[in-house]
């Protein structure tokens, strides 16, 4: 059933908008324009998911539930189909089951990367990767084959701040991966574990040669950057430059420019405050650290992003568009060099977790939380 969304909203409505428009540190960012209408179609329901990887084609998608179920799920008639074999998975909080991505040769690989989380002794858990083959079409496709590759080191109590979002370099040969701080800051500054790092690992999961902090040996072999809270967006652009979202504590979601060997400050320095009202060092005290492209503040409490091609919306071409949990839509950045610039909000009343293109432009949806739904939203 198709339904729009329109540009209908009431003076009271548009001020509130604007109030969260300004990005920490840049005050000249413009207000953004609000209710954009899209039609919009609810393909299926799911319960707590959570990443999407679209198969050869574009018309069937892998999607994960938290809870630790992967489904084969049709996006033109929404028919889903689970895939067996799946990873048993420490779930609660914000951990489970987590991102999916097609190796770059799937096509004739067969092979897709997993990460979740597991547990460890004494009430410990970290995230992991794995890699499996699948045959989507298999009568009763499953996972073969699935093997442990990576782990989060250390496990730590708590269960927050797993990120373990995948993203393949635009040459198919290194596999980068977001590992949070899992909510204790300090990880993120110390070279000697992956916790609050953007890493740098060969499609094996093995550290990839030629990584800043090499020369330090043990687990720095893996670290490309560091100082990172809680990535939840890692993608490429394409002229070939790693980006990442983030989210801060009380204020101050990220969107960086990833670069090798850069610390991005955290828990050092932050465009937001600590939850319990303690300030912390804004990021332009510390010009030495890397800075964010924009920062917001209030937060977005942003899900996944992508860069669009402009294939339905020519005018947003290269543009960031960013599934926002927070803000219940779709934040819309234009970049400019190495800064972004928040051009719209599009409002779509629920929590977004997930954000892919269709091969014809459409938007691909995931509304977070259980009874989320799948959607597609086209130009209207």
């Known amino acids: 059933m198709k339904t729009k969304l329109f540009a ?10 604007s109030c969260h428009a300004t990005a920490a540190g840049d005050s000249s960012a413009p207000a953004p324009s609000v209710g954009q209408a899209f039609a919009v179609k609810s393909l299926a329901t799911l319960d707590e998911p959570w990443a999407m990887a679209l198969l050869p084609g574009g018309t ?17 008639n929404g028919a889903k189909v689970p895939v067996g074999g799946a990873p048993t998975v420490d779930y609660g909080g914000q951990g489970g089951l987590g991102d999916v991505a097609l190796a770059p040769d799937f096509a004739t690989s067969k092979v897709i990367y997993l990460t979740w989380v597991e547990a460890g002794p004494r009430d410990t858990r970290g995230a992991v990767l794995g890699r499996a083959t699948l045959d989507p079409a298999a009568p009763q496709p499953g996972l073969e084959g699935l093997t442990m590759i990576w782990r989060q080191s250390p496990k730590v109590t708590g269960r927050g ?131 964010p492209a924009i920062s917001w503040n209030p937060v977005i409490a942003p899900g996944d992003f992508i860069f669009y091609s402009g294939r339905m919306w020519p005018e947003w071409k290269g543009h960031a568009l960013i599934a ?16 972004g610039i928040e051009e719209a909000r599009y409002p779509l009343g629920a929590r977004i977790r997930e954000i892919r293109e269709a091969p014809d432009g459409a938007l691909l949806l995931l509304e977070d939380g259980e009874g989320g739904r799948l959607l597609r939203l086209t130009r209207k």
């Open 161 to 291: 701040h797993f990120s373990h979002r995948i993203a393949f370099s635009p040459d198919g040969k290194f596999l980068f991966l977001s590992s949070g701080e899992r909510q204790k800051f300090t990880p993120a500054q110390d070279l000697s574990n992956n916790l609050g790092k953007v890493l740098r690992l060969n499609r094996d999961g093995t550290p990839a040669a030629g990584n800043p902090f090499e020369a330090r040996g043990g687990t720095a072999r893996e670290i490309w950057s560091y100082g990172h809270r809680n990535l939840l967006g890692l993608q490429f652009d394409a002229a070939g430059q790693l980006w990442d979202l983030e989210h801060g504590p009380a204020g101050g979601d990220e969107l960086n420019l990833v670069k090798p060997g850069q610390n991005y400050g955290w828990p050092l320095v932050s465009d937001g405050d600590h939850y319990d009202g303690k300030a912390i060092p804004r990021n332009k005290t510390r010009p030495d650290l890397a800075q």
């Open 8 to 17: 209908a909203l009431s003076p009271l409505a548009l001020l509130a908008a």
């Open 324 to 339: 926002a949990l927070g803000s219940e839509g779709l934040v819309r950045v234009r970049i400019d060099g190495e800064k």
């Open 60 to 76: 069937s998608a892998l999607i994960t539930e938290k809870a630790g179920k992967i489904w084969l799920v049709d996006l033109i």
